[in-house]
């Protein structure tokens, strides 16, 4: 039986992707791996067609987090102050991060099934000495909020803020207006809109914005690989597997029309799906027009705890996801990443109708 990944990373992936895995083997330090390196951080700059003179992608071993922390580590500068945008397991994780590595860190905290508060960032970035990057979570997959980024993004201009995003599952499916929003670097990952496999995280930054000398970390500082990438090597051992299926993740990405096409597919899915929950009673856990294309989180019904509702659609061959923290019981999750077909959402419909019904 097929087994349908629908929770938010990893995806299931297509026939191609998966037979790139098994590609020649691959010394890093020789000039085909060069060449694989320099195409996959040329055709992630061209997800969002940025130029490669101000923009640069930098390849990294590790999950989204380990992009995450680069990201902070890497362009936080000693001296600078990091302001923290939280309503979501993500956002406290970047906290998290930024007190690890030393970065002076404040919060502008919010409850999980809000928006988060923008009088807050502004006073916040109003007060001396003042902010110069602020962090935050564009679609925060706790509960599949997508955070308007335009509003913040000035906010931050108006105080010479510099941004620093979270789209370890927004990149590649959403709006990311590089050229207008003062965006420093953002994060994301081979395997979530992308369709890659785990194991790759990239950051997206600006040249001009990886700053932190002496470095925090050695295995994520985030300079030393974009100086050794721009130079057609590698500091550390890349997996290189996984390297040629973002590879063709990308050249599948692209070949199906890109980014707009891709959310276009995510919204058609996830659309269909929602209607046949909506019809069965299911109460989406956020407002019309706060979701994400991604991911729709949804209250569990009283007659079906999450145990039930998960072991009865894994007997059909898809995987849901459970809330996180303080909605661990009281919620579920439906991503629609990856290699799903209709004939996959129309099976998955029947199978909610059959056991919520
Ligand atoms: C998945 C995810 C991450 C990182 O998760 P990993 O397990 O490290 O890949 C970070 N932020 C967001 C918003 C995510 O959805």
Known sequence: MKVVLLNPGPVTLSARVRQALLGPDLCHREPEFAGLQHAI????????????????????????????????????????????????????????????????????????????????????????????HVAVVQHETTTGRLTDLAPLAAICARYGARLLIDAVSSFGAETIDFASWPVAACAATANKCLHGVPGTGFVVCRRDAVATTPPRSVYLDLGAYL?????????????????????????????????????????????????????????????????????HAYELPAACDYQRLHDALKQRGFIIYAGQGRFAQEIFRISMMGDITSDDVARLQAALVEILG
């Open 227 to 295: 100086r050794a990438q721009d130079a057609g090597g590698t500091p550390f051992t890349q997996s290189v597997q996984t390297f040629y299926a973002l590879d063709a993740a990308l050249d599948e990405f692209f070949a199906e029309g890109g980014r707009a096409a891709r959310r276009e597919r995510y919204l058609a899915r996830i659309g269909a799906v929602h209607a046949t929950l909506v019809g069965l009673g299911v109460r989406p856990l956020l407002a019309d027009g706060e979701r994400s294309c991604v991911l």
């Open 41 to 132: 951080r040329d055709k992630l700059l061209s997800v969002y067609d940025l130029p490669a003179n101000d923009w640069a992608a930098v390849l990294l071993t590790g999950s989204g987090t380990a992009a995450v922390e680069a990201m902070i580590a890497g362009c936080v500068p000693r001296g600078g102050h990091l302001l923290v945008i939280e309503n979501g397991v993500y956002g406290e994780r970047m906290r998290t991060i930024a007190e690890r590595h030393g970065v002076a860190v404040g919060t502008a905290s919010g409850p999980w099934l809000a928006a988060p508060d923008l009088a807050t960032v502004d006073t916040a970035l109003a007060a001396t000495p003042g902010y110069t």
